[in-house]
């Protein structure tokens, strides 16, 4: 079984910046997708992005293009996801999950880690 923490979320006004941080722990996860999601009270959870093992591949949901980057480090066995330009509709807590291949992940399948709370105020 594999466990994630989250880490890095709080509160920031619109227009700043916060980087989540997503430490895996646990059976080998080598060679699978990693992501991040988030949801907000009476919305639908949302695939916001994801990366391939090897980092090559990226993925991101439209409304977050151009604002966050996703990146890893395999050697801490990390996943970050950077915020940059943050808008009030970006408050939700979001949630790392990874899962054997991006399609399952972007399913929303796969193992999640706890959340982390973030709160963008205008």
């Known amino acids: 079984q594999v466990q994630l923490v989250e880490s890095g979320g709080g509160l920031v006004q619109a227009g700043g910046s916060l980087r989540l941080s997503c430490t895996a722990s646990?059976?080998?996860?080598?060679?699978?997708?990693m992501g991040w999601f988030r949801q907000d009270p009476g919305k639908e959870r949302e695939f916001v992005a994801g990366i391939s093992w090897s980092g090559y591949s990226t993925y991101y949901a439209d409304s977050v293009k151009g604002r966050f980057i996703i990146s890893k480090a395999n050697a801490r066995n990390t996943v970050y996801l950077q915020m940059n330009n943050l808008k009030p509709e970006d408050t939700a807590v979001y949630y790392c999950?990874?899962?054997?291949?991006?399609?399952?992940?972007?399913?929303?399948?796969?193992?999640w880690g706890q959340g982390t709370q973030v709160t963008v105020s205008s």
């Open positions: 646990g059976r080998s996860f080598s060679g699978h997708v």
């Open positions: 999950a990874g899962n054997v291949e991006i399609g399952a992940l972007r399913a929303g399948t796969g193992y």
